[in-house]
T-cell receptor, first 111, second 110 residues
């Protein structure tokens, strides 16, 4: 299995600010993804982080709100911009090998 | 719309009993993956079953897949208190995208 780490593990942020979450995998992988899990709910795919090109966003998610970088095959960042309390969630990155493995998540609370 | 839908939403059993969770989905899939999540933590990958497979085992886990019925089941045998968690199925469609249902909350009582 892959080792996937995320930073920060949790944060408490003020409304209107932005937070960048980092995701690091221990071996090169073509496909990485970002998911959101709102309190008490299931996971929703935000976007596919494409290496060398713009991310592919799912319906309901836009680049201005969730800009994503993928500078190489082992690293990606997700920024949650202009945050509101509704953005309070766990954000998870994943990497697609034979199976899809997930990072430990970043628990974000917006006040 | 969500692909994976688990049933039941909640399941409470005694230690040593078997737990069966079901999953239904709507469209064609490449494979289906099952995950476990302990209270607000990351997802642990349990098992992947490909669309051309009907059954797969891993330790105390047994997964079945019926593509004609668009359904899958996860059986945990001889359950333990440590199996208490939420279980999700995640059908994989094009582009390796996973869609998750609401999950089954399993409680195993000692």
């Amino acid at each position: 299995s892959a080792v996937i780490s995320q930073k920060p593990s949790r944060d408490i942020c003020q409304r209107g600010t932005s937070l960048t979450i980092q995701c690091q995998v221990d071996s090169q992988v073509t496909m990485m993804f970002w998911y959101r899990q709102q309190p008490g709910q299931s996971l929703t795919l935000i976007a596919t982080a494409n290496q060398g090109s713009e991310a592919t966003y799912e319906s309901g998610f836009v680049i201005d709100k969730f800009p994503i970088s993928r500078p190489n095959l082992t690293f990606s960042t997700l920024t949650v911009s202009n945050m509101s309390p509704e953005d309070s969630s766990i954000y998870l990155c994943s990497a697609q090998y034979n199976e899809q493995f997930f990072g430990p998540g970043t628990r974000l609370t917006v006040l | 719309s969500q692909q994976g839908e688990e049933d039941p939403q909640a399941l409470s059993i005694q230690e040593g009993e078997n737990a069966t969770m079901n999953c239904s989905y709507k469209t064609s899939i490449n494979n289906l993956q099952w995950y476990r999540q302990n209270s607000g933590r990351g997802l642990v990958h349990l098992i992947l079953i490909r669309s051309n497979e009907r059954e797969k085992h891993s330790g105390r886990l047994r997964v079945t897949l019926d593509t004609s019925k668009k359904s899958s089941s996860l059986l945990i045998t001889a359950s333990r208190a440590a199996d208490t968690a939420s279980y999700f199925c995640a059908p994989e469609t094009s582009g390796s995208r996973l869609t998750f249902g609401e999950g089954t909350q399993l409680t195993v009582n000692p």
